[in-house]
């Protein structure tokens, strides 16, 4: 007769007062997709900086979208895709710098997380400056991480921009 | 930029009252290993039914509920999808139907909102309202990155991983736009941590100085961690009931009001648009918000907060927020979310925010003191139980029953403290008649705002 086995691990236990208290570890990998957004990330990895714009010229909103919308939501019209020229050059909106991050930050502490004011666009998107000390109103420049890219949003990055 | 159509702005109306009678909570910790989570919320039901006076044997009481709304903010910190169905089962309700409620940090406001229309529909008469959050199943840094993802997986969660960084950008602009010191930000956590020692249920009760809250480690700049509520384990609980059934159980009931509005998870998508004035407020009072550079709703307001109050105010006929309300508890996930919120609940108009402070009207014996539970800050953020508390601690208030649920050392002592030689009491005038909270999540995705009135 087969005899089920135990083969699992071990749990461990933490602390036995005042209640018992056990360890359950466990790893796991999501399945991603950027869906409709695809052409952003594809858009990074070559150096592009893509945004979204609704096509239909009765709508009220005529801005620019990074992060981008696969749909508009104040005409629910498919949006379409254009590529900013390059170098673009954005103005720094607000800033912080990140010195305690959560488990599994991509960036080294202390960093310089910034939002950007991007000339044509409706948002203010979010996003990292790779060195230098940022200030309300800055001019930065967007670069890209074409070698080795993360498939991210890690893969845009600012830096100080002067004449 | 978001316009409305008639539709959108039907100021929300009960089909029948709804008040709420009773309220129980545990007290907070970062790590609760003495009891499972059901058994948390056991004793804030308990603590619900059996120690408000009301005016039925507690089993009786439980037999007059036939519907429940259970706020969980993450099923990542618990652990356990369907969560609710044990508690339900745990607090021996079934087979009544209950509900989960997920809003984020506004989870509990939103439990609250959810049993006031099940009251105001007819569904039931007696809704049970309870909320919980086990936050140490995880050490504090995965916590943060959980958290995280309440931010956009896509845009955003890369960049911080941990949520003091989605509102330090919203700090720095703040200052900037308006001028304030980061004294003023220190003064809403000393507040907070103060009013925190006369809790029996407080995680983070201290008595410090704004050298001390700017002399603490930075988190993200300029927040530091004295300006950040913590990790935090416990379950609240509030009864919200129909009219008569209010009277049956208590000559004391409050009223309740509560409406909610969102907005987009990203502050990067809050495009401009006009403010929605107040009752008190007139276009005038804005015209130079423009030039001190503040596109509204920006990065220094939150337009869901807004919305909520632009709705509860006409719900409840609250004319000026500041004359009108004798207690607020606001959202004090971080001192800079809590200085934002006086603008958007109209205590002060956007851009003077800090006057609130500053004037001493947010103080206990000022005009419309602010979170005497302590806060976020300085008591707790288990998060689905957040918005819970809050409305428990404006029902107390109200009732007069400040000291019977703060200053008894049986409470202090059921909790493993000893009840302070110097405690103080933090009740309000009886004089007092209206309490407003504000339950918020996100960078202001979910707010509601509540209202509770103390029947006449």
């Known amino acids: 007769m087969v005899q089920t086995k135990f083969i699992g691990q071990v749990t461990k236990v933490r602390q036995s007062e005042p209640a018992t208290v ?41 801005g620019l979208w990074i992060p981008p919308r696969a749909h508009c939501p104040d005409c629910h ?22 010195v305690y991050a959560g488990i599994g930050i991509e960036l080294s502490t202390p960093y310089w997380q910034i939002d950007v004011e991007i000339p044509g666009l409706a948002t203010i998107p979010k996003s990292y400056l790779l060195y230098g000390d940022p200030h309300i109103g800055m001019k930065v420049k967007a670069e890209f991480r074409t070698k080795n890219p993360t498939n991210t949003v890690l893969d845009y990055y600012w830096v100080p921009y002067e004449k | ?30 790590y609760f ?42 099923d990542h910190f618990q652990d356990q999808l369907l969560c609710q169905a044990k508690v339900h089962d745990y607090l021996g309700l079934d087979p009544l139907y209950n509900m989960g409620i997920k809003t984020g940090g506004a989870t509990g406001g939103s439990t609250i909102l959810q049993a ?33 993802t309440a931010a956009c997986k896509d845009f955003e969660t890369r960049l911080g991983r941990v949520y003091s ?97 969102t907005h987009t998870l990203r502050v990067a998508d809050r495009r401009p648009m006009e403010i929605p004035l107040l009752p008190h407020e007139t276009p005038e009072m804005y015209k130079d918000l423009s030039e001190k550079q503040s596109r509204y709703p920006g990065f220094e307001s939150f337009l869901a907060c807004r919305f909520a109050a632009w709705l509860a105010y006409r719900m409840a006929g609250i004319q000026n927020p500041l004359e ?72 107390w208030q109200l009732q007069q029953k400040y000291d019977k649920f703060h200053g008894d050392p049986k409470i202090w002592k059921k909790w493993g403290k000893k ?13 007092g008649k209206q309490a407003l909270w504000v339950s918020h999540a996100g960078v202001g995705s979910h707010v509601t705002v509540g209202i509770l009135r103390k029947s006449s």
């Open chain 2, 33 to 74: 290993p003495e009891y499972k989570l059901e058994e948390l919320v056991m004793i804030a039901f308990k603590n619900m039914l059996e120690d408000n006076d009301l005016k039925m044997d507690p089993l009786e009481v439980k037999g007059l509920i036939n519907y429940a709304a259970y706020g969980e903010f993450a």
């Open chain 2, 324 to 395: 009108d309300l004798d207690l607020v508890e606001l959202h004090d996930a971080f001192t800079i979310s809590d200085l934002q919120t006086y603008g958007d609940i109209g205590l002060r108009p956007y851009g003077q925010e800090q006057d609130y402070i500053e004037s001493g009207d947010a103080y206990y014996g000022g005009k419309c003191p602010s979170n005497l539970s302590g806060g976020l800050i300085g008591t707790m953020h288990a998060v689905g139980a957040t918005g819970v508390f809050q409305a428990v601690e404006c029902l």
């Open chain 2, 116 to 148: 006031a229309m099940a009251v105001a529909s007819g569904y039931a008469n007696v809704a049970l309202a309870a909320g919980w959050e086990r936050m140490d199943e995880v050490d504090t840094r995965t916590g943060n990155f959980y958290i995280s």
């Open chain 2, 419 to 431: 009840k302070p030689k110097d405690w103080q009491s933090l009740q309000i005038p009886e004089t």
């Open chain 2, 165 to 261: 960084s989605y509102y330090a950008p919203m700090a720095n602009r703040f200052a900037w736009a308006f001028k304030v010191s980061e004294t003023t930000r220190a003064k809403i956590a000393v507040k907070n941590h103060l009013y925190a020692c006369s809790s029996p249920y407080a995680q983070q009760p201290g008595k410090y100085t704004v050298e001390d809250v700017l002399n603490s480690p930075i988190s993200a700049y300029p927040l530091r961690f004295l300006e950040c509520c913590a990790m935090s384990v416990g379950a609240a609980a509030a009864l919200v009931c129909d009219e008569e059934t209010a009277y049956k159980l208590t000559d004391h009931p409050c009223e309740l009001f509560i409406c909610g509005g």
């Open chain 1, 77 to 98: 019209t498919e949006m379409k895709w254009k590529t900013l020229r390059n170098p673009v050059i954005g103005t720094i909106h607000t800033f912080t710098q990140v």
């Open chain 1, 22 to 62: 056990i360890e359950w570890p466990r790893s796991i990998t999501h399945i991603h997709t950027y869906g409709m957004l695809s052409p952003f990330f594809q858009g990074l990895k070559e150096g592009k900086l893509r945004a979204t714009f609704c096509p239909n010229k009765n709508c009220p909103e005529n």
């Open chain 2, 1 to 30: 930029m978001i316009t409305f159509k008639e539709g959108n702005l039907r100021i929300p109306k009960w089909n029948r009252r709804v008040f709420v009678v009773a309220g129980g909570t545990t007290a907070y910790r970062k």
